[in-house]
């Protein structure tokens, strides 16, 4: 079955932060991992999360959701998650649903590891 | 390209083959000459569409996906034989309130041209939605 599949990165950059870079189609099929691994993530104490979606290349609602749950959980650990550099047409899909006003939108991984910093995560 | 060519896909109601449904609605708008923009609005519906299908059908039923081709324009009707819905008993989404579920109908109706929904409790669902070619 040719279903492109999603590569998923983590660096720990920090005691409470780390950043998922999300590589190919992030649709039902392959959202579970990358869920899995944000879930884990949280588990291990990285509240602060940057999602670099730079080379996601497609994305569906089931992502959204998923990346809605994941603000949801890291919130709970008074942490936050930004989404870093999404290509348009995953842009589109955030302004359709109107979830840029959710979610913190950085045009680099820089940017939004300083603003996770001023939000509470320990950056060495 | 003649008027009502109709191409028909039948998939498992499994995750992994939303993709191929995906696949084929760009092939076949690429055939009637839709741009890059509309062909990936065209296949975020109908995986959208196939989502929604798979997720409220039994594991081993079938979702048919049926693509009329038009000079103008092109039709894509998803089929299920899931346990349906009340169309007009939708709740609404409410982005402050950090859904997690009922974005895919929003995607659907936004970047499609006419969206209609047939479905009733255990009758299954058929989704139909136009997207017209833009103009040049």
């Not at chain 1, 730079?54 to 994305?59: F, N, R, S, V």
């Not at chain 1, 006003?101 to 996770?116: G, K, N, Q, R, Y």
């Not at chain 2, 169309?87 to 950090?98: C, T």
């Not at chain 2, 579920?101 to 659907?108: K, N, Y």
């Amino acid at each position: 079955m040719e279903t492109m599949p999603i590569d998923i990165k983590i660096r720990k950059l920090g005691a409470n932060l780390a950043v998922v870079e999300l590589i190919g189609d992030c649709d039902l099929y392959t959202t579970p991992k990358a869920k899995q691994a944000i879930v884990e993530l949280i588990e291990q104490g990285y509240v602060f999360l940057a999602v670099v979606l730079e080379k996601t290349a497609y994305m569906d609602s089931t992502a959204l959701g998923m990346l809605v749950g994941s603000l949801k959980r890291v919130r709970e650990h008074k942490g936050d998650l930004a989404l870093v550099a999404p290509q348009p047409r995953v842009q589109r899909l955030l302004d359709i649903t109107r979830l840029t006003t959710v979610f913190d939108v950085s045009a680099t991984e820089e940017s939004a590891i300083e603003s996770l910093r001023q939000r509470g995560a320990k950056v060495p | 390209m003649s008027a009502g060519h109709r191409v028909e896909l039948r998939i498992p109601s499994r995750a992994e083959f939303v993709s191929t449904a995906r696949l084929v609605v760009s092939s076949v708008a690429c055939r009637l000459d839709f741009g890059i923009d509309a062909i990936d609005d065209l296949k975020l519906a109908v995986g959208e569409a196939c989502t929604n299908a798979i997720k409220h059908s039994p594991a081993d039923s079938e979702i048919i996906i049926a693509y009329e081709l038009h000079p103008d324009h092109l039709i894509v009707e998803v089929v299920d034989h899931g346990r349906g819905f009340d169309p007009s008993a939708r709740p609404s989404v409410d982005i402050d309130e950090l859904p997690q579920s009922g974005l895919g109908l929003m995607v659907i109706e936004a970047v499609m041209d006419e969206v209609c929904f047939q479905s009733s409790p255990e009758q299954g669902t058929r989704v139909r939605m136009v997207k017209r070619r833009p103009t040049k």
